[in-house]
């Protein structure tokens, strides 16, 4: 049913209209009816249905992988990829500074709190292009300073997914190279996750050499992504790096990208919705110190986004007038972030922090944190864009009088001649 219904509300206001749009209303309704809510779905029931989030983790994962197209990326200047992988590693450095130094202050200094930090830091260097493209669609913007916000917000993920790859390839349960040092075990997992994601791209392309029928593509990218993403968490790796391997490699050796992305976009909705709905269920709140925890994490990564894309507009050369104030646009996180949080609670479900339990309470803070920056990033978004001259002053006031021909002609007035 869920699927059957519009991710956008245009009659709702901008912010919480982004949360329809990316679909976290549905985590509430999946909190709701799960073991922490009315009890609908047990707890036995959701740990049978577990499956279904892996294949949900698989599918964001390769669809985030399949729109790495070398040939499409080379399209945009080196200053633009500096600029979205540069400002992800400040603000993960960033983060987890301040973080470390709180932690250490509090006297929280053993590895569980350091995972829960290099998690809580990789989920927060992520940026979604929704909100991005909601303003851009909804004030009709067309410039320079929007096509870079959009083309960041839609690469700097790969280094949050890296780098939580990199945290659970030093954060184990297994003792598979307990007698190796740090730079052997991460090297040996990397090495892993990477394989796994290359065979995983090579399994499928084999699959699809013949153009086979529409519902066979359904269920080979349905059994690729449940397969590829259940192999990673079964020896501790993250999904969403595996998944990514296996959709670039898709996206750059594969015939048939074009009709692999229509399929994708076509199933999204019920698979989205399957997984947001499970990752509601998983959902607790172990207590009450989430809340401010979660708005201490939402201000932290706002800083830290300001920082990083100001530094980086620093150092880079662009051939035109960058603002300074770009991180304030890059704030909405949307649902690569989740899914982060959600595959930790899957790898690292029985640790402790205080008598917490650890990956509960980060799943927590994170999807509050998460609903705090969809709902206040599209305003920051466009008083980035209006400052950079790239919101019209007509358009927003036709658009404030319900006439949207007014705007449209506002926004792209006919060419003389």
């Not at 329809?20 to 549905?26: V, Y």
């Not at 991005?132 to 960041?152: C, E, P, T, Y």
């Not at 400052?387 to 949207?404: F, H, K, N, P, Y």
């Amino acid at each position: 049913m869920g699927a059957r219904f519009t991710f956008s509300r245009q009659r709702t206001p901008l912010g919480p209209r982004l949360l329809f749009r990316t679909g976290t209303h549905f985590l509430i309704v999946g909190f709701l009816i799960g073991p922490a809510g009315l009890g609908v779905v047990t707890e036995q029931a959701t740990g049978q249905l577990l499956p279904f989030l892996a294949l949900g983790l698989g599918w964001v994962g390769f669809q985030f992988g399949l729109q790495l197209d070398r040939e499409n990326l080379r399209l945009f200047a080196a200053s633009y990829h500096a600029l979205a992988i540069g400002q992800a590693a400040i603000t993960f450095a960033l983060f987890f500074g301040v973080g470390w130094t709180i932690l250490t202050i509090a006297g929280l200094t053993d590895r569980v709190a350091h995972l829960l930090l290099l998690g809580a830091a990789s989920t927060a260097a992520v940026t979604a292009p929704a909100g991005i493209a909601m303003v851009s669609s909804n004030f009709m913007v067309k410039g320079h300073v929007r096509d870079l916000l959009f083309f960041v917000a839609s690469v700097d993920a790969v280094f949050g997914i890296f780098a939580l790859q990199v945290t659970y390839s030093l954060y184990r349960h297994d003792s598979v190279t307990a007698d190796a040092g740090l730079l052997a075990q991460l090297g040996f997992f990397l090495a892993v996750a990477l394989g796994l994601g290359i065979l995983c791209g090579i399994i499928f392309l084999w699959l699809v050499r013949v153009r086979p029928a529409a519902e066979e593509l359904v269920l080979y990218l349905l059994g690729i992504c449940a397969f590829a993403a259940g192999a990673a968490l079964q020896w501790g790796l993250s999904p969403l790096f595996v998944s990514m391997v296996m959709g670039a490699m898709v996206a750059n050796m594969g015939r048939r990208r074009q009709r692999v992305s229509a399929v994708l976009r076509r199933w999204e909705k019920p698979v989205y919705v399957t997984f947001l709905l499970l990752a509601g269920a998983l959902l607790q709140i172990p207590s009450w110190w989430v809340l401010p925890l979660a708005m201490a994490y939402a201000l932290l990564r706002f800083a830290s986004k300001a920082v990083a894309a100001a530094t980086m507009v620093s150092l880079l050369p662009f051939d035109m007038d960058v603002p300074k104030r770009l991180g304030l646009g890059l704030i909405p996180q949307g649902g690569i972030s989740l899914a982060m949080a959600v595959s930790g609670v899957l790898l690292y479900s029985d640790l402790q922090i205080r008598e917490l339990e650890a990956e509960a309470t980060l799943l927590a803070v994170i999807v509050i944190g998460v609903m705090l920056s969809e709902i206040t990033g599209p305003f920051l978004t466009i008083r980035v864009l209006r400052r950079a001259g790239e919101i019209s002053l007509q358009v927003e006031q036709a658009i404030a009088e319900g006439d949207t021909s007014k705007a449209r002609l506002a926004a792209f007035p006919p060419r003389s001649g």
